[in-house]
């Protein structure tokens, strides 16, 4: 998985549209749909939850902003958590990356992870945590 995310980062910096080409025809043939959504732009919030409603695409998963098991952990309602508004449908390696970032350690939050710091939070700050982390992963337009 990382030699994936290694390569789509490269290609992303690098390639151009040369890069969808390379990644489309070489070694990469079995995991081409990671790594060409890898590629894609940041898109507007509405844009993220207007996909999340449409059939499945290869090379994405929906994601849910405020975490879901955590926030199912805290009380919230399964309503608010599988709601349009807090499910976006995002590139794979997008979401790993997301996912692995807030379960590590981060100096931000006295030495917690994000998922520990959320613990007890509002949902509100739990969507602007999820935003920070759509934007800092290329996911979500600034």
């Known amino acids: 998985m990382s030699i994936k995310k290694e390569v789509a980062r490269w290609l992303r910096k ?12 070489s070694w990469l043939w079995e995991h081409k749909d990671d790594v060409l959504s890898y590629l894609d732009e940041p898109r507007t919030l509405e844009e993220l939850q207007e996909a999340a409603t ?9 994601h849910h902003i405020a975490e879901q098991t955590a926030a199912r952990d805290d009380g919230f309602d399964e309503d608010r ?10 590139p794979r ?9 807030y379960g590590r ?13 959320l613990r007890g ?7 602007s945590m999820g935003h920070r982390a759509l ?6 337009k600034p």
């Open 105 to 117: 350690k981060n100096p931000e939050f006295g030495g917690k992870p994000p998922r520990e710091h």
């Open 121 to 127: 939070r509002t949902w509100e700050e739990r969507i």
């Open 135 to 140: 934007r800092e992963h290329g996911a979500l």
């Open 54 to 62: 449409r059939p499945p695409k290869k090379g994405y998963e929906n």
């Open 81 to 90: 958590i599988n709601g349009r508004d807090n499910v976006v449908r995002i």
């Open 93 to 101: 390696l997008k979401h790993q990356e997301i996912n692995g970032w």
């Open 14 to 25: 690098y390639g151009g549209p040369l890069g969808k080409v390379v990644a489309a025809g």
